[in-house]
C-alpha cells in the first residue's frame, strides 16, 4: 500500500529555517506532481507549494512566496519543502501529497487535485 511520510519538523524560532522531506513507500514520486499542505489549529487545511513531476516549475501560496522552496530528488524518491524566515502565523501540521490522478502533471495549488497525503509533521515557530 503506497505511504508518504514527512520529517523534519519541530521547534524553530521566527525567522529561522527548517527543511522537510517527504519520501514514499509503494509509489515512485517521479511520475507525479507533488504538493505541500499545512493545517493550523481551527483552521481549515491549506496548500502552500507544488511542483512538477520532474522538478523544474512551482508554484506557491501567495502568504509562503519567496519564504518557502519546495524541490525534489526523484532518485531518492523524495521531495522536500525548504522554509526560511519562518513567522509565527507558519504554526501548523505540514502533509506532503500526490497530485496522483493524472501522470507527469504541472504543478497544481487545487486541492482536489491530490489523492494521496502523509500523515504529517509538526512545524512551530516561537517568538
Known amino acids: 500500500q503506497a505511504q508518504l511520510v514527512e520529517s523534519g519538523g519541530g521547534v524553530v524560532q521566527a525567522g529561522g529555517s527548517l527543511r522537510l522531506s517527504c519520501t514514499a513507500t509503494g509509489r515512485i514520486l ?24 520532474s522538478g523544474t516549475n512551482t508554484d506557491y501560496a501567495d502568504s509562503v512566496k519567496g519564504r518557502f522552496f519546495t524541490s525534489r530528488d526523484n532518485a531518492k524518491n ?32 487545487v486541492p482536489d487535485e491530490y489523492d494521496l497525503w502523509g500523515q504529517g509533521t509538526q512545524v512551530t515557530v516561537s517568538s
Open 30 to 53: 517521479s511520475s507525479y506532481a507533488m504538493g505541500w499542505f499545512r493545517q493550523a489549529p481551527g483552521k481549515e487545511r491549506e496548500i502552500v507549494a507544488s511542483i512538477n513531476w
Open 78 to 109: 523524495t521531495v522536500y519543502l525548504q522554509m526560511n524566515a519562518l513567522k509565527l502565523e507558519d504554526t501548523a501540521v505540514y502533509y506532503c501529497a500526490t497530485a496522483g490522478f493524472s501522470d507527469y502533471g504541472d504543478p497544481t495549488l
